[in-house]
């Protein structure tokens, strides 16, 4: 929730979780851009993705987080609440 260019890159890693057409996908290059805690805790994001199969940040119950990052992050974009629902789990 801070400003600084890792808290950017964890937003952009959110969001992309949460419609990663919106948003522009993510960079895994990113994990080594950003510190080692914080890229342990986006490893940790994955792996529950992965368990999780097909299940965005809002349906484990962090609609309200998501809208806040986009807020903080897409303020100039406008937050549906909603994702593209035509996407497949492969």
Known sequence: MGDTGQSSRVANFLLAWYNATENGGWDPADLWTVDGEIAND?????????????????DLGFRREIGRIWEL??????????????????
């Open 42 to 58: 986006m490893v940790t994001v994955i792996r529950l993705i992965r368990q999780r199969r097909g299940k965005y940040p809002d």
């Open 73 to 90: 992050w897409r303020g100039d974009q406008m937050f549906e609440g909603t994702r593209t629902e035509n996407r497949e789990v492969c």
